[in-house]
Every structure is written in structure tokens, then in C-alpha cells.
């Protein structure tokens, strides 16, 4: 900001308004080159795009998915673990997409969700927290059917 900013002698700054009409004529543009003169200019922009959605991909992986570094000398072992990361991501894309959220807002909503397994001397019960409405909107976005409350009932009733 401080490049739009002059101060006065007082000592009071002030919006530069030269530098930001000069500013506004660049907003939306940018300036793309390329070595492949066969390409046309829509086709740069499109591969730029491409680019930055790879990039951003890659960071999602880095970030919100906590992927580290994983060296395997196998290659049938790169493959499934690349295949692993390209199938998480595609779950975190169609998630936001899906429910017009974020993926950690999603998740940290969907992780409230829990199985508790509950003992007796009789036997034992699996069942799912209610699940709260969010979570059923998530769901149902999503076309992931609601667990049933009970998950299984061993013993004698």
C-alpha cells in the first residue's frame, strides 16, 4: 500500500491518485511470453492457467493434506503412492466443490462426527454421534448416505 501512499509536509499521509489511475489501466492484465510462436495467445493464457491450478494442487497436497516427502525405490510403490496423492486431492476438489466449502472447514466439520464403542458385561454396541445438521447437509451434497445411528449390537438384548 505505501506506494499509493504520499506524506505531506505535515506529515499526513494521503492517497496518490496519479499512481492509482496508473495502477487501475493494469488491473486484470498480465503479460505472458512464450518460446512456441506456433501457440496462439488463448492457448498461453489457458496453459498459464493450468499451470497456476497445478501449482495451487501441489500446494494443497504440501498443506492442507500434510504430504511430505515419502522415498520409494519400488516403482510399482511411486505409482500407488502417487496414485494415493492424486486420489486425496481429487477428494478435497470434488468436497469444496461439491459443498461450496472449504476442505478444512469441511473436515473439521465432518471429524465431530464419531463411533464410540460402548461395552457391558452382556456384550458390546457401536454407534455413531447424531449426526448435526451441518453434517447432514455435507452428506447429502456430497451423495454419502447418513450411518445408521447403531453400527452393530453384539450380545443379548
Given at each position: 500500500?505505501?506506494?499509493?501512499?504520499?506524506?505531506?509536509?505535515?506529515?499526513?499521509?494521503?492517497?496518490?491518485?496519479t499512481?492509482?489511475?496508473?495502477?487501475?489501466?493494469?488491473?486484470?492484465?498480465?503479460?505472458?511470453?512464450?518460446?512456441?510462436?506456433?501457440l496462439?495467445?488463448?492457448?498461453?493464457?489457458?496453459?498459464?492457467?493450468?499451470?497456476?491450478?497445478?501449482?495451487?494442487?501441489?500446494?494443497?497436497?504440501k498443506?492442507?493434506?500434510?504430504?511430505?516427502?515419502?522415498?520409494?525405490?519400488?516403482?510399482?510403490?511411486?505409482?500407488?503412492?502417487?496414485?494415493?496423492?492424486?486420489?486425496a486431492?481429487?477428494?478435497?476438489?470434488?468436497?469444496?466443490?461439491?459443498?461450496?466449502?472449504?476442505?478444512?472447514?469441511?473436515?473439521?466439520?465432518?471429524e465431530?462426527?464419531?463411533?464410540?464403542?460402548?461395552?457391558?458385561?452382556?456384550?458390546?454396541?457401536?454407534?455413531?454421534?447424531?449426526?448435526?445438521?451441518?453434517?447432514?447437509?455435507?452428506?447429502?451434497?456430497?451423495?454419502?448416505?447418513?450411518?445408521?445411528?447403531?453400527k452393530?449390537?453384539?450380545?443379548?438384548p
Amino acid at each position: 500500500m505505501s506506494r499509493y501512499l504520499k506524506e505531506m509536509k505535515s506529515g499526513k499521509l494521503t492517497v496518490d491518485k496519479t499512481k492509482v489511475k496508473k495502477a487501475e489501466k493494469l488491473d486484470g492484465k498480465y503479460l505472458l511470453s512464450t518460446s512456441d510462436k506456433s501457440l496462439s495467445a488463448e492457448d498461453v493464457a489457458l496453459g498459464y492457467k493450468q499451470l497456476m491450478e497445478v501449482e495451487r494442487a501441489f500446494r494443497t497436497l504440501k498443506s492442507t493434506l500434510s504430504l511430505r516427502p515419502v522415498y520409494h525405490t519400488r516403482s510399482d510403490r511411486i505409482r500407488a503412492h502417487v496414485m494415493l496423492c492424486w486420489l486425496a486431492l481429487l477428494l478435497v476438489r470434488v468436497t469444496e466443490l461439491e459443498t461450496g466449502m472449504t476442505w478444512p472447514k469441511a473436515r473439521a466439520e465432518l471429524e465431530r462426527l464419531h463411533l464410540g464403542e460402548f461395552l457391558h458385561k452382556d456384550g458390546h454396541v457401536l454407534q455413531y454421534t447424531e449426526p448435526t445438521q451441518a453434517q447432514r447437509n455435507i452428506l447429502k451434497k456430497l451423495k454419502i448416505s447418513i450411518p445408521k445411528r447403531v453400527k452393530s449390537f453384539t450380545g443379548t438384548p
